[in-house]
């Protein structure tokens, strides 16, 4: 059973749609395909299986700056060898536009405050002071392990 690819499919397919609307038997004939195999492909397309892999946000940004400089018969041939519906790509242009033309909003960094400033170095002096309350309990109580382990050791003999 031969394997056929995702783009020869998708070309067999785009010649069976406007505006070259060729018949099935005709594609059938030139490819070497059989009719239901194309008929197959011709249902998968349609029902939108294939298409929507390629029908992610890169490859509908690349297919609207591919055909951003095309006239309306060289967008009709680069869908049909693509296998995108002409309708598809104007939409997605239309909502490229939308995107572009919407408000440019630039990130504002706001600028610390004097108020933010002190109580940032409070914060800081409280930590500083709690980690060196941490870092005397931990001495304590390394102190009293030890003391612990010389006074026990001459018992235990």
């Not at 490819?31 to 939108?48: D, F, P």
């Not at 630039?106 to 002096?125: M, N, S």
């Amino acid at each position: 059973m031969a394997r056929y690819g995702q783009t020869f499919k998708n070309k067999a397919v785009a010649r069976l749609l406007p505006p070259e609307s060729a018949g099935l038997e005709l594609v059938a004939r030139e490819t070497g395909v059989g009719v239901g195999t194309i008929e197959r492909w011709q249902a998968e397309m349609v029902s939108g299986s294939t298409r929507k892999q390629a029908q992610s946000a890169p490859a509908r940004l690349d297919a609207v700056i591919a055909t951003a400089a095309m006239n309306e018969t060289a967008k009709n041939a680069w869908c049909r060898e693509h296998g995108v519906y002409a309708g598809d790509l104007a939409q997605w242009v239309a909502s490229a536009m939308s995107a572009l033309a919407g408000p440019t909003k630039t990130a504002v960094i706001p600028k610390p405050k004097a108020q933010d400033g002190r109580r940032i170095k409070e914060l800081e002096r409280d930590l500083l002071r709690k980690d060196r309350a941490l870092a005397e309990t931990l001495a304590l109580l390394v102190l009293s392990k030890k003391v612990g382990a010389i006074f026990n050791r001459g018992e235990d003999e």
